[in-house]
């Protein structure tokens, strides 16, 4: 027989470094925690880098040459400098219309017959400018952006009747982003969109797996705590986490080109505070569910969606209606994207960052709570 | 064995009571038991009897509703020191290496450091498991897997042990090796207790406590059971008529309250006070003879139960006649099916004449599930055929389907609908016309006593009645051919023999049954049997004739069903043995 032994109630080192070793061999031995963990951030972020661009480049235009006179074609020679557009030359409208009904070309620039003789004679010559509006945000930017062409050209050329040059001039210049690049700002929310992917999608996972495949029965009547056992779940998460997001802002540093111009030591302190709630939702949705699949179902709407559609991400906060802004204080994303993409662009600015931080551990705070209140050592419903 | 003098109660449980939310019933009603230090004390019941619900309050991770529950005299939760728990499902983490398990377990039940190569050695001579220290636990077999579960609750030497179910799915040769194992540790004083719904184990135990719906039936030493039933058991040979229609006339007997078939013999449970009748008072012919028989633990569960049931059978009254034919209701040539480099089965060669009970016998994962999945063209063979009521099923396993009726593994019905709904869908699925379907409806009902659970889920079903709406839902459409998986599994006696009455009656109509159990005495209803072990048919034939081979192969004088398989099985192994010496 074995002598007395110690109590086991309090919080034990020991049984909590096997909890991890074995979570570790676990996550080292499903390649599926792997691809969720790595290949799936690196998909999501090239995706983001490469794939989308909010940057209207190389829209595709039709320039309608009803006249060939020199002028003319010094215009069309314009358009086809811009780096806005690809230009296609044609030489009539009806197919310029075919063209936009089939969804070709996004706008038509028609440069009518007398356009030559008009600046011949000294006046302002006059063009027409047809979009898609089927896409409106498109259609205003190749509105815009043709006429600002045009008029470029026609400021060169000696009008009498041209308008007169304010005499104060606007001279925009963009801070922090200069190319106005949206790989600039969307590849830090890809990074957000990564760590709440390994943060709460993984974590919803685990727990639930514990229950379904029978383990947590007989974990459960071993003397470990409940928060060894929570504590077990949480620590290789993090760490994974954050090791993916270690590779995502490296390669957005080295491979996309983005500055990064804040510290490690604020870029590891806003992350690590917003795993917090991350895991805290994920690990809450898996001991209240018990069940893998709803477990990941709840997980993904209740964390990938909303930061996708209402972090600030991909569509700004303040042009949404505003009982919809009001849910948004609600997503810890929220919180994360603003700092994040201060981090690259600007630089450490912790009056904004500390707030935002505080916001995120509260929710962290409040998931852990309710992680704690149903994860009972017991099989009681 | 020594027993120490003293036996001091190392668990026990007074007038415990659980109810679940949602159960109609307390899953325990004022049950009281102990458990002492250096015995086996078994906790035996059927399905739903309430077993696990016990342990798990014991094993502190349920809250009785009345009653104490005491670990050496503490709450159950501050003595998990002292406690090896192994549920179910071993509590195994299948991704990690049988090395890895025990270190788990090992450093969470703080195992000194300095003790944990001696103990480790030591558990994995006694499991035989040292070669497999490096192999997945999840790429164990059945029964490696158990004893690994088991040395995760030996990792220190707990004073209590409270293994649920530790036989359940296992082979014989795996389970009386767990037994031996288990025997040895309460030669340290460990207290255990075993659960189980087998009734073999049941006789083995030092102590056993009946469970049956919430309630203790019997308690005391399992040959105080027994003895209830000493002298009523008589063994009927010789008889000179077909073995079912004769059983199910006996059992229509007063005097006779319970009776299954034993290869070509009876075995009778009499009333008790009934004297021991003449042989002539059978009408069987002049051949027939009575000689006493062995109580076993199960006699004295039905007695408990009041005794068996009747021997006709509702279903089979109101069954059409199927019309007889020469050519096999079931086929299987040469079937085989791979799963990559896998043999699940493996030249699976067999013919059932029509009206016959045919037998797959064998431990899980041996291949039955398999071999019967392909014939009811749930799986496609990779080689071989097989044909069902005549359609071959290559090229018509749509019509093959259609003839059989399927009674799946756990009774597979939908649980969120209601008894009604369930067999309305199964009518549908069938394609009985409307007034068939209702006219079905009706006669099941009134057959399986449904009635007036017509509006229950089907999910909230006593484990019996379940099995009853699954019969029903698989000879709603009066099919030629019935697969039966595993139908018995884990249900009480009582109900066991009701639903083999339903069966004995169905095939003096003309079906024919394909049934597959790893209850042994199960095989002796059936006419032939295989034996499949290992992707294989190691034997086939009639039930009596694969005693015979056992009494050959292992000397005894009157083997049972299980002592066939066990000694089949090991000369299986050998063979393979001495086969893979010859090759290397």
Not at chain 1, 246 to 266: D, E
Not at chain 1, 275 to 303: E, R, Y
Not at chain 2, 133 to 159: E, F, H, I
Not at chain 2, 274 to 280: I, L
Request: with cysteine.
């Amino acid at each position: 027989m074995s002598g007395p032994r110690k109590p086991s109630k309090r919080f034990d080192y020991r049984r909590l470094r096997a909890m991890l070793v074995k979570e570790f061999a676990q996550i080292v031995r499903d390649p599926s925690t792997f691809l969720v963990a790595l290949a799936l951030p690196l998909l999501l972020l090239f995706m983001f880098g490469y794939g989308i661009s909010l940057d209207m480049t190389g829209t595709r235009l039709a320039v309608v040459m009803e006249d060939s006179s020199a002028p003319a074609l010094g215009l069309s020679q314009s358009y086809r400098a811009s780096p806005y557009f690809k230009v296609d030359v044609l030489r009539d409208r009806a197919e310029a219309r075919r063209q936009m009904i089939g969804g070709k070309i996004k706008g038509v620039v028609v440069i009518p017959q007398d356009f030559g003789r008009q600046v011949h004679e000294g006046h302002m010559p006059t063009i027409q400018i047809v979009t898609d509006g089927s896409e409106p945000n498109t259609a205003q930017f190749v509105a815009s952006e043709a006429q600002g062409v045009f008029q470029t050209w026609a400021a060169a050329e000696p009008f009498a009747d041209a308008p007169k040059p304010p005499s104060i001039e606007i001279s925009t210049r963009f801070w922090y982003n200069p190319g106005l690049k949206s790989r600039f700002f969307l590849v830090p929310g890809a990074i957000a969109i990564v760590m709440t992917i390994v943060g709460t999608l993984l974590t919803a996972l685990v727990v639930a797996r514990e229950w379904e495949r029978g383990t947590m029965e007989a974990i459960m009547a071993t003397p470990i705590t409940m928060v060894e056992f929570i504590a077990s779940k949480i620590v290789p998460y993090y760490f994974l986490a954050l090791a993916s997001m270690t590779v995502c802002v490296a390669i957005a540093v080295t491979i996309f080109g983005l500055p990064f111009r804040g510290s490690l030591v604020a870029l590891y302190v806003i992350a690590s505070a917003f795993l917090m709630p991350g895991l805290g939702l994920g690990l809450f949705v898996s001991s209240a569910t018990k069940n893998q699949f709803v477990a990941s179902q709840i997980g993904l709407i209740a964390s990938f969606l909303p930061t996708f559609l209402l972090s600030g991400f991909l569509y700004e906060i303040p042009s949404m209606p505003v009982w919809i802004q009001a849910i948004t204080y609600i997503i810890p994303a929220r919180y994360l994207i603003p700092s994040l993409q201060t981090l690259f662009l600007t630089g450490d600015v912790w009056s904004l960052f500390l707030p935002n931080i505080a916001m995120m551990l509260l929710f962290g705070f409040v998931y852990f709570f309710l992680s704690f209140r149903v994860t009972k050592r017991s099989l009681d419903t | 064995m020594p027993v120490p003098a003293a036996l001091e109660p190392i668990a026990s449980a007074a007038s415990v009571v659980k109810r679940f939310p949602g159960g109609a019933a307390p899953a325990l009603n004022g049950v009281s038991m102990t458990v002492e230090a250096g015995r086996i004390t078994g906790l035996v019941g059927p399905d739903g009897a309430g077993k696990t619900t016990l342990i798990r309050i014991l094993a502190g991770l349920l809250h009785a509703d009345e009653g104490e529950v005491a670990i050496l005299g503490h709450k159950p939760i501050e003595m998990l020191d002292q406690l090896g728990y192994m549920p179910q499902r071993f509590g195994l983490y299948e991704d990690l290496t049988v090395r890895q398990n025990l270190d788990l377990y090992a450093e969470l039940r703080a195992l000194p450091e300095e003790d944990k190569e001696e103990t480790f050695s030591r558990l994995l001579r006694f499991t035989d498991l040292a070669r497999f220290q490096d192999r997945l636990a999840g790429k164990l077999s059945g029964g490696m897997k158990q004893k690994l579960g088991l040395a995760c609750t030996l990792v220190r030497t707990p004073r209590l042990m409270l293994l649920d179910e530790p036989g359940v799915g296992v082979d014989p040769i795996s389970r009386r090796e767990l037994w031996a194992m288990v025997q040895d540790l309460t030669d340290e004083g460990i207290g255990i207790l075993w659960s189980t719904a087998y009734l073999d184990e049941a006789e083995k135990c030092d102590r056993v406590y009946l469970l049956n719906e919430g309630k203790l039936l019997f308690d005391g030493p399992p040959g105080e059971l027994t003895d209830r039933a000493e002298g009523r058991v008589i063994q009927l040979t010789g008889f000179g008529e077909a073995r079912r229609p004769f059983l199910s006339r006996t059992l229509d007997r007063p005097d006779i309250i319970d009776g299954t078939i034993q290869g070509r013999s009876l075995r009778l449970l009499l009333r008790d006070g009934s004297p021991v009748p003449e042989p002539a008072s059978f009408e069987a012919g002049a051949g027939t003879r009575i000689a006493k028989g062995q109580p076993r633990f199960e006699d004295g569960f039905i007695e408990i139960l009041g005794g068996g049931p009747k021997g006709t059978s509702a279903l089979a009254e109101n069954y059409r006649v199927i019309p007889p034919s020469d050519r096999p209701a079931i086929e299987a040539k040469g079937l085989t099916k791979r799963f990559g480099d896998f043999v699940a089965a493996r030249d699976m060669d067999f013919a059932i004449p029509q009206g016959q009970i045919y037998g797959l016998l064998g431990p899980n994962g041996a291949g039955k599930s398999t071999t019967f999945k392909m014939l009811c063209g749930l799986l496609s063979p990779s080689g071989g055929q097989g044909a069902v009521a005549g359609n071959d099923l290559r090229h018509s396993a749509a019509e093959a389907r259609a003839s059989l009726g399927y009674m799946a593994q756990k009774f597979s019905l939908y649980g969120e609908l209601s008894v009604g709904q369930n067999l309305d869908f199964f009518a549908g699925a069938y394609n009985l016309r409307r007034p068939d379907a209702r006219r079905a409806k009706d006669a099941m009902c009134e057959i399986f006593d449904l009635g007036d659970k017509l509006n229950m889920n089907a999910g909230e079903l006593p484990l019996g009645f379940k099995q009853r709406l699954a019969l029903a839902a698989a000879v709603m459409h009066q099919p030629p051919v019935l697969f039966l998986d595993e139908p018995t599994s884990g249900v009480d006696p009582v109900t066991r023999r009701m639903f083999w009455t339903h069966i004995n009656g169905l095939v003096e109509k003309g079906v024919t049954v394909l049934v597959t159990t790893h209850f042994m005495d199960e095989a002796e209803y059936c006419d032939d049997v295989s034996l499949i072990y290992r992707g294989e048919q190691i034997a086939t034939g009639t039930p009596d004739a694969l005693k015979e081979q056992a009494v050959t192969l292992t000397e005894s004088d009157d083997p049972t069903m299980e002592d066939a398989f066990v000694a089949l099985i090991e000369e299986s192994d050998r063979r393979r043995e001495a086969d893979e010496r010859d090759a290397a």
